[in-house]
């Protein structure tokens, strides 16, 4: 292992009430988007919700994270798979980037089979933009099953 990452997590807040659980197994586990970290060490610095469409939150918790060290904030799974997905997603990536010159990770916990399948059913994420969001949260059927 090579020194520790600082990470925050930001959900979305139809999920407020939301423990986490998935996360922090995908986290510990180092499953999802959190297998980039293999290599390193990982300490959560924040995790809050957007604060509802269009994501009042977004700026006060990206400076609030950065205050905190955060180097990676991880925009979670729960944007991608809720019913629509995030239609202010590209945009919270592009401001934190921009604004806080951090590193934006769309996702956290692989995503699971139940909302793959509907989604897919959906055409949710027939756009071409949609594939780099998705991708580090996709992950085997033994994999999705398992966060179902």
Known sequence: MSGTTKIGIIICDRYRRCAGGKCLRALKNREGAFSIYTATEVELVGYTSCDGCPGGNIEYAGEEMLKNGVQVIHLA????????????????????????????????????????????????????????????????????????
Not at 85 to 98: N, Q, R, S, V
Not at 105 to 124: A, Q
């Open 77 to 148: 799974t729960g944007l991608v798979v809720g019913y629509p997905p995030c239609p202010y997603i590209h945009t919270f990536k592009d401001f934190l980037e921009k604004r806080y010159d951090v590193k934006v990770v769309v996702g956290t916990h692989p995503i699971p089979k139940k909302y793959l399948d509907m989604h897919t059913r959906l055409g949710s994420w027939e756009d071409s933009s949609w594939k780099p969001i998705l991708a580090p949260t996709m992950a085997d059927d033994a994999t999705r099953l398992d966060y179902n």
